[in-house]
């Protein structure tokens, strides 16, 4: 009876750590998509908003006066937004890209509380905070080899500790990145968001004044 329920024990915790090895290989497999799904939508977002910020298009104009914020104010925004796109696309500059996500945050938890700030309602700082858990949600998910050193996983230390230098993660991962297909992807990926960005400008524009006369900050 007791040799029964032992092997009943270890059946059990056997299925159980099948389970969870299967878990966290499915999550191996969709963590990277989610990375890139939400850095895609970080990186849109913040080259949209320098190339409105920096064109200082009627709607940048009509938000910054409706928030009480002077007119250099977009072309402030609009230059460290492009700096952030670019910080966290491309491979390496950890460091750069902690500040970036950090900047990015700052921007759209900014705009959340200037817009609460002068009584505004869902419709207008929703969408900011919406881009803000992206940005958290980027930075959360993002790899190792975009980590500072301090602050990467440490089952990705402990899972080279038994390799050699040549052959662990980091030094793959520093060999892909001198690679120069590892900064074209990004860099082709950044000139194309910001032509459709220009493209579709005209279009945007026709949109967002639409939504400023609805939220009367442009009386018609």
């Known amino acids: 009876m007791k040799t029964h329920m032992t092997r ?67 072309y402030v925004l609009g230059a460290w937004q492009a700096g952030a796109a670019v910080a966290i696309i491309v491979p390496r500059l950890p ?17 959340v509380v200037s817009h609460l700030s002068v009584g505004d309602g869902l419709q207008s700082w929703g969408v900011p905070l919406m881009f803000g858990a992206f940005a958290i949600a980027s930075w959360v998910l993002r790899p190792a080899d975009r980590r500072l050193p301090e602050t990467r996983l440490r089952r990705n230390r402990s899972a080279g500790a ?7 993660p980091e030094i793959r991962s520093r060999a892909w990145e001198i690679r ?22 005209p279009v945007m524009e026709d949109v967002m004044r639409e939504q400023a006369v609805k939220l009367g900050w442009i009386n018609e």
């Open 8 to 74: 009943t024990h270890q059946h059990s915790a056997d299925e159980e750590s099948a389970a969870v090895t299967r878990s966290g290989r499915t999550w191996s497999r969709i963590r990277p998509i989610a990375f890139w799904v939400t850095t895609f939508v970080v990186v849109f977002e913040l080259i949209a908003g320098s190339v409105w910020n920096l064109l200082t298009i009627e709607w940048v104009e009509v938000q910054l006066h409706h928030l009480g914020y002077p007119h250099f104010f977009a």
């Open 95 to 111: 460091l750069l890209k902690e500040w970036a996500y950090v900047g990015a945050f700052f921007l759209w938890s900014g705009a």
């Open 162 to 168: 038994g390799q050699d230098e040549a052959g662990s």
């Open 180 to 201: 120069p297909r590892a900064w074209v992807v990004p860099i082709g990926l950044l000139v194309v968001l910001y032509a459709v960005s220009f493209l579709t400008l």
